[in-house]
C-alpha cells in the first residue's frame, strides 16, 4: 500500500564521519539524507534514509574512487572477514517525528586471485558499492565463502529491521 520515490540527497559523506562508532555513523548519514529530504517536502510522506559502509581492521572502505581503487579494496578484502553496516532512518512530514536504527553483518571473503579482481572491476559494477563489491553480483556473489547475520543488509537495505523498524513507527 506505499507509493514509493526515489530522491536522491546531496549531502557530503566523506567529511561527515567524525570518529564515532561504525552504528552511530550509519545512522548519523542515514538520518542527515532523510532530513535534508524531509525539508524539501511539503506534502505528508514516511521519508526513508539509509547508508551502508564497510569496515575492515577499523578502517572504512567507501565507494571506490577509481577503478585502482576498487583493486585494492578487493585485494584487501581477499580472504579476510569485514563487518557491513548499515543505517536506517526514518522521518515522517510534517511532525519531523524520526527514529534510526542499523544492522551489522560479518562477511567472509574466500582468497581471491588477480585475474578474479581485474575482471570484475572491469564489469563497472564495484563502483557505486562500497567497499567495491555486491553480493547480488555474479562475480560479488562468488566472494563470499560465508556471512554471519542479514543478507539483504549487504546488499543495502536490512528488509526485517526496515519492516519492524517502519512499523513500530506508523503505531506510535
Known sequence: GFQFEIIPANIEEETAFRNVDPSEHVCDLAMQKAEFIAKHRSEPAIILGSDTIVLLKGEILNKPVDK???????KKLSGKTHVVYTGIALVEVPGNRSVSTCQRTNVKFRKLSEEEIIAYVATGSPMDKAGAYGIQDDFGAIFIENIE???YNIVGLPLELLYTTLKKFIRN
Open 68 to 74: 585502482k581503487d576498487a583493486v585494492r579494496m578487493l
Open 149 to 151: 547475520g542479514c543478507y
